[in-house]
């Protein structure tokens, strides 16, 4: 006999998404001894109950589960970033917009659509890469009785020989730029892939001999830099997608779409390359496969929104920030021509209602995915107009610093220089940079020379400086020409000197900083230097 008793004890177990997977009701009974009735002893009784929305075995929907277990990451989507679904799929996908209000079960169901479309660039490229193999092998003689198989071997050597220098060299020229540049590089893998695929549909065609060599061999190179630019730019990806971290979960299981992607390719591209036989068609169809694999490459690229400040994403934000402030009059020129006016006094805290500082999502509609390196361009949201400034280097050397304007070394290892070193040092004594500006061609070229205590914070406040600076001048040589070589001097020396007070003032660039933050940027992330830096310490 049991006789139950009130207490019981309620578990729910969750994924790691914090969804319920089940109920567990623990209950206390008492339960009398069969030989002696007086006796008794304390047990439990644990019921399980399972979701109501919990699939059947071998449903639809168990199977689309299963797929989702396998080849997205554990906790999806809590455990990667919003624009995982939209960079895996090349276009937006509605589930992206209503997984908080559908059943977990649909949301799931959705998924597997998203992996089917995530399909199509790797199917498009994998047939793609079948055809141009077979135009390799037929390149190197297969089929042909005359044709040599230690020719084939050596050619073979050629091109890997070329495409390991061409990596070596690649990686020591844009090593230091494929994490601040992730995206641009990811597509130009892509870019590099599939242009080494129509040189080896066209090395059939090409005279056999030094030309097909050349054609072949730089083929390799292609796939060379395609394999340096592509894996590293997927490792930042990778990086920026995962959220609990969980990256090496996420490289895994983009592996694991890779693979079957591939492998499904393979099977559909045997029977396509058996059945396109003719010129004509090949070429055809090639093209239609490369434009639709490099289509959708680059909307995967530009649906990812990146949370690190690099240059381009720099000025958007900082043009679009010193625009909305209302304490700037980015219009006046006497902000400039005069150099010893004070400049208003300003409460900070009444106008930060006002600024106004896209979020990561809004930038990345704006940003090219190639942009010049360097460049300083202003957006300006009101008139929804863009101004080419010029071009900013950060992290110079400080010869670079004082070139082009510097004189040529003399014999005893000493040059001259016309920037005012001793009145930029005093004016930058407590800042982490010096900046200086210089006419050319109606842009202006800003260096930045870093000092040994500079933070990314720094960095950023430096490249805001110079982004701000370029735009006073560029906007004061439209209303008023400058004379001579010494009065453009003094102008730019006024420009720096006014511009630096305005972002000192009540602390201004520090609040700059923090709202950045607010608005879901990672300023600890140094993305501005594209190339090697140098720093500078320094005894004044």
Same mark, same amino acid.
Request: glycine share 4%.
């Given at each position: 006999?049991?006789?139950?008793?009130?207490?019981?004890?309620?578990?729910?177990?969750?994924? +790691?998404?914090?969804?319920?997977?089940?109920? *567990?009701?623990?209950?206390?009974?008492?339960?009398?001894?069969?030989?002696?009735?007086?006796?008794?002893?304390i047990?439990?009784?644990?019921?399980?109950?399972?979701?109501?929305? !919990?699939?059947?075995?071998?449903?639809? =929907?168990?199977?689309s589960?299963?797929?989702?277990?396998?080849?997205?990451?554990?906790? *999806?989507?809590?455990?990667?970033?919003?624009?995982?679904?939209?960079?895996?799929?090349?276009?937006? =996908?509605? =589930?992206?917009?209503?997984?908080?209000?559908?059943?977990?079960?649909?949301?799931?169901?959705?998924?597997?659509?998203?992996?089917?479309?995530?399909?199509?660039?790797?199917?498009?490229?994998?047939?793609?890469?079948?055809?141009?193999?077979?135009?390799?092998?037929?390149?190197?003689?297969?089929?042909?009785?005359?044709?040599?198989?230690?020719?084939?071997?050596?050619?073979?050597?050629?091109?890997?020989?070329?495409?390991?220098?061409?990596?070596?060299?690649?990686?020591?020229?844009?090593?230091?730029?494929? &994490?601040?540049?992730?995206?641009?590089?990811?597509?130009?893998?892509?870019?590099?892939?599939?242009?080494?695929?129509?040189?080896?549909?066209?090395?059939p065609?090409?005279?056999?001999? /030094?030309?097909?060599?050349?054609?072949?061999?730089?083929?390799?190179?292609?796939?060379?830099?395609?394999? /340096?630019?592509?894996?590293?730019? !997927?490792?930042?990806?990778?990086?920026?997608?995962?959220?609990?971290?969980?990256?090496?979960?996420?490289? %895994?299981?983009? =592996?694991?779409? +890779?693979?079957?992607?591939?492998?499904?390719?393979?099977?559909?591209?045997?029977?396509?390359?058996?059945?396109?036989?003719?010129?004509?068609s090949?070429?055809?169809?090639?093209?239609?496969?490369?434009?639709?694999?490099?289509?959708?490459? *680059? %909307?995967?690229?530009?649906?990812?929104?990146?949370?690190?400040?690099?240059?381009?994403?720099?000025?958007?934000?900082?043009?679009t920030?010193?625009?909305?402030d209302?304490?700037?009059?980015?219009?006046?020129?006497?902000?400039?021509?005069?150099?010893?006016?004070?400049?208003?006094?300003?409460?900070?805290?009444?106008?930060?209602?006002?600024?106004?500082?896209?979020?990561?999502?809004?930038?990345?509609?704006?940003?090219?995915i190639?942009?010049?390196?360097?460049?300083?361009?202003?957006i300006?949201?009101?008139a929804?107009?863009?101004?080419?400034?010029?071009?900013?280097?950060?992290?110079?050397?400080? #010869?670079?610093?004082?070139?082009?304007?510097?004189?040529?070394?003399? &014999?005893?290892?000493?040059?001259?220089?016309?920037?005012?070193?001793?009145?930029?040092?005093?004016?930058?004594?407590? #800042?982490?940079?010096?900046?200086?500006?210089?006419h050319?061609?109606?842009?202006?070229?800003?260096?930045?020379?870093?000092?040994?205590s500079?933070?990314?914070?720094?960095?950023l !406040?430096?490249?805001?400086?110079?982004?701000?600076?370029?735009?006073?001048?560029?906007?004061?040589?439209?209303?008023?020409?400058?004379?001579?070589?010494e009065? #453009?001097? &003094?102008?730019i !020396?006024?420009?720096?000197?006014?511009?630096?007070?305005?972002?000192?003032? #009540?602390?201004?660039?520090g609040? *700059?900083?923090?709202?950045?933050?607010?608005?879901?940027?990672?300023?600890?992330? %140094? %993305?501005? &230097?594209?190339?090697?830096?140098?720093?500078?310490?320094y005894?004044?």
């Amino acid at each position: 006999m049991i006789s139950n008793d009130s207490h019981t004890i309620a578990f729910t177990e969750v994924d +790691e998404a914090n969804h319920p997977t089940a109920t *567990y009701v623990y209950s206390k009974t008492l339960e009398h001894l069969p030989r002696d009735k007086k006796k008794s002893r304390i047990t439990g009784r644990v019921d399980v109950i399972h979701p109501s929305s !919990k699939p059947h075995s071998w449903s639809l =929907s168990s199977l689309s589960n299963l797929l989702i277990d396998v080849f997205l990451p554990s906790g *999806y989507p809590h455990s990667v970033s919003n624009d995982y679904v939209s960079y895996q799929i090349f276009v937006g =996908s509605p =589930s992206l917009l209503y997984h908080k209000r559908r059943p977990r079960s649909y949301q799931r169901a959705e998924k597997s659509w998203d992996i089917f479309l995530d399909s199509l660039q790797a199917f498009s490229s994998s047939i793609a890469g079948l055809l141009s193999s077979r135009a390799v092998l037929q390149g190197v003689g297969v089929g042909n009785a005359d044709a040599s198989p230690t020719a084939a071997l050596l050619l073979h050597i050629l091109q890997d020989s070329s495409g390991r220098v061409a990596t070596i060299l690649f990686a020591h020229r844009v090593g230091t730029a494929l &994490e601040p540049e992730c995206k641009m590089y990811r597509l130009a893998a892509d870019v590099f892939n599939d242009a080494a695929m129509i040189l080896d549909c066209l090395s059939p065609i090409i005279p056999a001999g /030094v030309s097909r060599v050349t054609v072949l061999s730089t083929a390799g190179v292609l796939r060379a830099l395609c394999g /340096v630019a592509g894996g590293s730019s !997927k490792a930042s990806l990778s990086a920026h997608f995962s959220r609990w971290g969980n990256l090496a979960e996420v490289n %895994a299981k983009d =592996s694991s779409q +890779e693979t079957i992607i591939s492998l499904i390719g393979m099977l559909v591209g045997s029977f396509v390359v058996s059945r396109v036989t003719s010129y004509t068609s090949t070429w055809i169809l090639l093209v239609m496969l490369l434009t639709l694999h490099l289509s959708l490459n *680059y %909307a995967a690229v530009r649906s990812v929104q990146m949370t690190s400040l690099n240059r381009q994403r720099a000025n958007i934000v900082f043009s679009t920030l010193l625009d909305s402030d209302p304490d700037l009059d980015i219009d006046d020129v006497n902000l400039t021509l005069q150099a010893h006016t004070k400049p208003k006094q300003t409460n900070v805290t009444q106008s930060k209602s006002q600024w106004h500082i896209p979020t990561p999502g809004q930038v990345s509609k704006q940003e090219k995915i190639f942009e010049a390196d360097g460049v300083l361009r202003w957006i300006s949201s009101a008139a929804s107009t863009q101004y080419k400034l010029g071009f900013c280097r950060i992290g110079v050397s400080l #010869e670079q610093f004082l070139a082009p304007s510097s004189s040529p070394h003399t &014999e005893s290892g000493s040059l001259s220089t016309p920037i005012p070193m001793s009145w930029l040092f005093a004016l930058f004594e407590s #800042e982490d940079y010096l900046l200086f500006l210089h006419h050319d061609c109606k842009l202006w070229n800003a260096k930045i020379l870093l000092k040994t205590s500079s933070t990314t914070r720094s960095q950023l !406040k430096a490249w805001m400086h110079a982004l701000l600076a370029a735009r006073v001048l560029c906007l004061s040589a439209e209303k008023a020409e400058v004379q001579g070589d010494e009065a #453009e001097n &003094e102008h730019i !020396k006024d420009a720096i000197s006014q511009t630096l007070t305005f972002l000192n003032s #009540e602390c201004r660039a520090g609040q *700059y900083m923090s709202a950045l933050t607010q608005a879901g940027w990672d300023i600890n992330i %140094a %993305a501005l &230097e594209t190339r090697s830096g140098r720093r500078v310490a320094y005894d004044y």
